[in-house]
């Protein structure tokens, strides 16, 4: 099942009472965009869902009364009341196996895990249930269940907090993994993951939550799970990439002499494995760009589909950029283990170059 199939019981609610008029999000009766950061753009996505269907609920520690702990539920508790807007105990199992109960009867509930990093206690949960109902029931049950937890470094924080996790969950079949890289893409991806009958984990990178701004529509939408978007065109050579590694991949094409496509997947489960052999049919060269470990990354997914869809198009071996198969080190040394444009630029470079 596609990320555009929805479920045929997702409907929105007409009247949500008072909770339309205090929900943190923006005067819905003007429908030009207004500048947002990533992490406003998550909360008004949230506002959004939760105007929309009054089956979404918002769970995780310190979602409510402190607003999480970067801010992106903060005034949701004041909108939506102790009823729909959650705290939790610090236990992610607990938060993730509630969750699924939840989705099971009914709700559509958005769960925060404060960092990948701290996903693992509740990654039974994850694989073990919410990824196997549909098929375990035979299709009577779903879960329409999203898990949203920050993701990556950048902020120098102590261990488990700047993990790149995404691939334990790309290899997990019933998952659907989604990573925005701009506070456009935030919105309308959170709201395909909360409208989506399966479970999706969404992974927002923490060192973008205020990096940038961008012109945010201020009404409802939502982005289609499964489709990558090229941000910068090119003819020379393809590069993939996703969340933070989209603008340091960004800033390296624009520093070199050389005519390359970005392609930011956005998606991860499932993958545009079209627009990723489209993308090489026309330059004959690829590169793949994230910060997690280089082993069994996505980017050897990605490296393989090229296999499969585009050999005879290729003139130069696949590309990896990426951060080191160790864990994320502590302090300054975190900036050498995650792309930086520097070393991205000189990773393209070999790639146009060979």
Avoid: W
């Amino acid at each position: 099942m596609s990320g555009a199939d929805v479920d045929p019981d997702d409907r929105g609610s007409e009247d949500v009472g008072e909770a339309a008029e205090r929900a943190p999000t923006h005067d819905r009766d003007d429908a030009d965009a207004e500048e947002l950061t990533l992490v406003e753009a998550v909360r008004d996505g949230l506002a959004a869902e939760m105007l929309r269907n009054d089956r979404v609920v918002v769970l995780g520690e310190d979602v409510a009364e402190n607003g999480g702990v970067f801010r992106t539920t903060d005034g949701l508790l004041e909108a939506f009341g102790s009823d729909r807007v959650i705290d939790t105990p610090l236990a992610e199992s607990g938060i993730v196996g509630a969750a699924i109960g939840l989705a099971t009867h009914g709700l559509r509930p958005v769960a925060e895990v404060q960092f990948s990093g701290f996903v693992y206690p509740a990654f039974d949960q994850l694989v073990s249930h919410a990824a196997r109902l549909r098929t375990r029931t035979r299709g009577d049950l779903t879960c329409p269940l999203v898990v949203r937890a920050p993701y990556g470094g950048g902020i120098r924080a102590p261990e488990h907090h700047s993990e790149s996790p995404e691939a334990f969950f790309v290899h997990q079949p019933g998952l659907k993994v989604v990573v925005p890289s701009t506070p456009r893409d935030a919105k309308g991806l959170l709201a395909g993951a909360v409208r989506d009958p399966d479970p999706v984990i969404v992974l927002e990178p923490k060192r973008m939550y205020r990096a940038t701004n961008e012109r945010v529509p201020a009404e409802p939408y939502a982005v289609d799970l499964g489709e990558a978007a090229v941000r910068r065109e090119g003819t020379e050579l393809s590069v993939f990439t996703y969340g933070a590694t989209v603008e340091s991949t960004l800033i390296a094409a624009d520093d070199l002499d050389a005519d390359v496509e970005v392609v930011d997947l956005r998606s991860l489960s499932p993958l545009d494995r079209e627009t990723i052999a489209a993308s090489v049919r026309k330059t004959g060269r690829a590169a793949v760009v994230h910060e997690a470990p280089r082993t069994a990354g996505v980017g050897a997914e990605i490296a393989a589909t090229i296999q499969e869809e585009a050999l005879l198009y290729q003139e130069a071996p696949v590309e990896r950029i990426t951060g080191f198969d160790t864990p994320v080190p502590l302090g300054e040394a975190e900036d050498y283990h995650i792309p930086a444009a520097l070393r991205v630029r000189e990773g393209l470079r070999e790639a146009v170059e060979f």
